[in-house]
């Protein structure tokens, strides 16, 4: 299978990065904005082939991954065959609107992140009658090997992505907060940003493996008269709860 990636910031780069891990190299097809000597250090790293015109003929599917302003427009201006899957990463971009562009292709739009580059992402992907169903299959496929895939009706895409793709920076912001805190404490900084990270990637684990509500797995760290319970209320007293909602509804916005 040939898979074509248009626009390749940090976006497209963490799908080609994705993709490397379980496709040949040479099967994908990339095309950024302009072949700049960074968009060709990567080229060599990784082994794609580099495009030189936004022509996706041989490309059975087609992520896109320009800028939402103006994809539209570059979308008018690319090449596709009649059988290429295309599938949208651009936040506001609807099946229709690329149905509009390329009336007899498939088109499935989705909001990954960017742990997808480490095959542990989480997609949104809108539920629309806008691929074939083998079509569908074929997008299936492909999108889990990039991580988990979340399909939601129209209505709640809009959400599902916002957490889903934005929330990755919220968690940093966070991973970065508690890496000052232990730094402030005395350790160093490398080691700071390794326990930040390892617990809150051990904490998603535990939350997905279980199923079991961040509530009670918060209970069980609150020990009675415990240093965890007198944290909680610190997060509680500082606004953490209204700060996280308050972010997710401004990004959704
Ligand atoms: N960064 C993220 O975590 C996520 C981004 N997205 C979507 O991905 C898209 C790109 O976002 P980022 O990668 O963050 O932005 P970015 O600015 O890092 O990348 C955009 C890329 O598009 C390229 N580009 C611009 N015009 C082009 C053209 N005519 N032909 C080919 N390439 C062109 C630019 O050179 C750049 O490499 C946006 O639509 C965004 O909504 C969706 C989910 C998550
Ligand atoms: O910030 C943005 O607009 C994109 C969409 C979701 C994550 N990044």
């Known amino acids: 299978m040939k898979i074509g990636i248009l626009g390749a910031g940090h976006m497209g780069s963490s799908i080609i990065r994705g993709l490397a891990n379980c496709y040949s190299a040479t099967d994908l097809l990339v095309k950024g904005h302009r072949v700049t000597p960074e968009l060709q250090a990567f080229q060599r790293e990784i082994g794609f082939q580099l495009l030189t015109e936004n022509d996706f003929s041989a490309a059975d599917v087609l992520f896109v ?38 009336p007899t292709n498939s088109a499935v739009c989705i909001i990954p992140n960017i742990p997808v580059a480490v095959n542990a992402g989480c997609i949104a992907m809108t539920k629309a009658d806008a691929a074939t169903p083998a079509d569908q299959k074929t997008v299936d496929e492909l999108l889990a090997q990039l991580g988990t895939i979340v399909a939601v009706p129209a209505t709640n895409a809009g959400i599902v992505g916002t957490v889903a793709g934005c929330g990755p920076a919220f968690v940093d912001v966070f991973m970065s907060a508690l890496a000052d805190a232990a730094v402030q404490n005395g350790l160093d900084r490398k080691t700071a ?28 760290v609150t020990s009675p008269g415990g240093s965890t319970i007198k944290g909680v209320v610190g997060l509680d007293e500082k606004g953490f709860r209204n700060a996280v909602n308050h972010a997710v509804n ?3 916005g």
């Open 65 to 102: 991954t320009t800028p939402a302003p103006a994809t539209q427009t570059i979308l008018r201006a690319t090449n596709v065959a009649n059988h290429t899957i295309i599938i949208s990463a651009v936040q506001g971009i609807t099946p229709a609107q690329i149905q509009d562009i390329f």
């Open 193 to 220: 940003y390794q326990v930040a990270a390892s617990m809150v990637f051990g904490s998603a684990k535990l939350a997905l493996e279980t199923g079991t509500n961040p509530d009670v797995l918060k209970d069980q």
């Open 250 to 252: 401004q990004a959704n």
